[in-house]
């Protein structure tokens, strides 16, 4: 499965090279830039929960084991749907700050912002496959998501046989983003068909509130990103971050006070564990002062 991954890495580097110069380069950095909300936000929950449902599994305790997999579903759309129109909506801000230097110019930037743009559209997908493999593989059944990643990575190759060259770098972006959607829906119809339910109805339930507070967000980004372009000097390094951090955590506001509006389970277990943290952590520092004065 790891090798069918790294072999479309290679084929598309190899399309990437019929394209103007630069284009593998513009893949490869929107490609690293939209890894990492992958590895910090999704790939930590598909490991911390596998030895869970390998246990379920194992005690053929299927309610268990949809109720872990349904669980950690909703906590990565949770984060990984604002985190998409995040990058969505401040793609030229974060490829300017991390890449805009030396050689790479305003081109470079925009088409690097529109590669991580489509990249973007299947951030959702790319973060619940993980989950769903090692769902697959905690009920020892390696064959269906090998299959499954064989004939998605096709697709994702044929797919950017048709886009490279109306679209350029970004139009790989695009392939791929199109290739792990058909991974997720293929990977969701088998599974469901082992396990005859996800709790698809309660996932749905969640979707609609987080997505409302999310386009609030993508909203509140939006009227606060060109006054802010207007404030900051966007011809210097702190002018692109000063404009992209604001804009940004103003969105992230709005995204936490409309989840709290509308109490959203993820949002309110969330406020309560940073609650519980807070207060042992006063109770650990009052202790330490009466401790010091006597």
């Given at each position: 499965?790891?090798?069918?991954?790294?072999?479309?890495?290679?084929?598309?580097?190899?399309?990437?090279?019929?394209?103007?110069?630069?284009?593998?380069?513009?893949?490869?950095?929107?490609?690293?830039?939209?890894?990492?909300?992958?590895?910090?936000?999704?790939?930590?929950?598909?490991?911390?929960?596998?030895?869970?449902?390998?246990?379920?599994?194992?005690?053929?305790?299927?309610?268990?084991?949809?109720?872990?997999?349904?669980?950690?579903?909703?906590?990565?759309?949770?984060?990984?749907?604002?985190?998409?129109?995040?990058?969505?909506?401040?793609?030229?801000?974060?490829?300017?700050?991390?890449?805009?230097?030396?050689?790479?110019?305003?081109?470079?930037?925009?088409?690097?912002?529109?590669?991580?743009?489509?990249?973007?559209?299947?951030?959702?997908?790319q973060s619940l496959i993980p989950v769903?493999?090692?769902?697959?593989?905690?009920?020892?059944?390696?064959?269906?998501?090998?299959?499954?990643?064989?004939?998605?990575?096709?697709?994702?190759?044929?797919?950017?046989?048709?886009?490279?060259?109306?679209?350029?770098?970004?139009?790989?972006?695009?392939?791929?983003?199109?290739?792990?959607?058909?991974?997720?829906?293929?990977?969701?119809?088998?599974?469901?068909?082992?396990?005859?339910?996800?709790?698809?109805?309660?996932?749905?339930?969640?979707?609609?509130?987080?997505?409302?507070?999310?386009?609030?967000?993508?909203?509140?980004?939006?009227?606060?990103?060109?006054?802010?372009?207007?404030?900051?000097?966007?011809?210097?390094?702190?002018?692109?971050?000063?404009?992209?951090?604001?804009?940004?955590?103003?969105?992230?506001?709005?995204?936490?006070?409309?989840?709290?509006?509308?109490?959203?389970?993820?949002?309110?277990?969330?406020?309560?564990?940073?609650?519980?943290?807070?207060?042992?952590?006063?109770?650990?520092?009052?202790?330490?002062?009466?401790?010091?004065?006597?």
């Amino acid at each position: 499965g790891l090798a069918i991954t790294q072999l479309n890495q290679v084929v598309i580097t190899i399309l990437a090279s019929f394209l103007p110069v630069g284009s593998i380069a513009v893949y490869n950095y929107a490609n690293n830039l939209q890894a990492v909300p992958v590895g910090v936000l999704a790939i930590p929950f598909a490991l911390a929960v596998f030895p869970i449902l390998s246990s379920a599994a194992e005690e053929n305790d299927l309610r268990l084991f949809v109720s872990q997999l349904y669980s950690v579903i909703r906590q990565i759309l949770f984060l990984i749907i604002p985190a998409a129109i995040l990058i969505l909506l401040l793609r030229a801000q974060i490829v300017r700050v991390i890449l805009g230097s030396g050689e790479f110019d305003w081109n470079a930037t925009i088409s690097t912002a529109n590669a991580l743009a489509f990249f973007s559209l299947g951030l959702v997908a790319q973060s619940l496959i993980p989950v769903f493999s090692r769902a697959f593989f905690a009920l020892a059944n390696t064959k269906t998501p090998f299959v499954i990643g064989i004939i998605s990575e096709l697709i994702s190759i044929i797919a950017a046989l048709l886009l490279m060259r109306p679209l350029g770098a970004p139009g790989l972006a695009l392939a791929s983003s199109i290739g792990v959607t058909i991974n997720l829906i293929l990977l969701w119809i088998y599974l469901r068909a082992e396990t005859k339910t996800l709790n698809e109805s309660k996932i749905l339930s969640l979707i609609f509130p987080i997505s409302l507070a999310s386009i609030a967000m993508g909203i509140a980004i939006q009227i606060t990103k060109y006054p802010l372009a207007k404030l900051f000097n966007q011809q210097f390094f702190l002018g692109i971050f000063g404009q992209g951090l604001i804009s940004g955590i103003f969105g992230i506001v709005i995204y936490f006070l409309l989840c709290y509006i509308l109490k959203v389970p993820e949002f309110m277990q969330l406020k309560d564990s940073f609650a519980r943290r807070w207060l042992k952590l006063r109770n650990i520092n009052a202790t330490e002062i009466i401790e010091n004065k006597e």
